[in-house]
């Protein structure tokens, strides 16, 4: 809008003066309806700014909660699981001592039961010495056979 109006006798152009002074007022009318949208439409961007806000904070809240109950949970499973493995080695040593302790029984009897076997060798050797001095000594006598029974 230009601001320089005609001179005329008895000051500025009335009509020209009146004309613009209408055009600004409309203007400004229609700003300030405009500008009443605008807070209207501040006011509510702020409220659902809040609200989000607010929401936001409970799932952060949320969220933090969960996760603290998730390491805790973890925690927990690990334990149980160290527990668990822990009870696993247990059984395996105890397992594996009592496979060493047969093995050990095992080896024991077999030692025993080679033992008797040369002994029970020695003595079969000793008696088979004996029985063949025995066979070697025996003297059939020679008999002829009757020529009469025939």
Not at 36 to 48: D, L, N, P, R, W
Not at 83 to 105: D, F, P, R, Y
Not at 116 to 143: D, R, V, W
Request: proline share 1%; hydrophobic share 40%.
């Amino acid at each position: 809008m230009s601001s320089s109006f005609k001179v005329v006798k008895d000051g500025y152009d009335k009509l020209a003066v009146d004309h613009t002074i209408s055009t600004l007022q409309s203007s400004v009318e229609q700003l300030n309806k405009k500008l009443e949208v605008y807070e209207k439409e501040v006011h509510i961007t702020q409220e659902a700014y809040q609200k989000l806000k607010m929401k936001h904070t409970m799932l952060v809240a949320d969220l933090t909660s969960k996760e603290k109950a998730a390491d805790e949970i973890a925690r927990f499973a690990l334990k149980e699981a160290n527990v668990v493995i822990e009870q696993a080695n247990e059984h395996a040593n105890m397992i594996v001592n009592e496979a060493l302790h047969t093995a050990k029984t095992l080896l024991k009897e077999l030692v025993r039961i080679a033992n008797e076997g040369k002994e029970n060798k020695a003595q079969l050797l000793a008696k088979l010495a004996s029985l063949q001095t025995i066979i070697e000594g025996l003297e059939f006598p020679m008999i002829e056979p009757f020529k009469d029974i025939e």
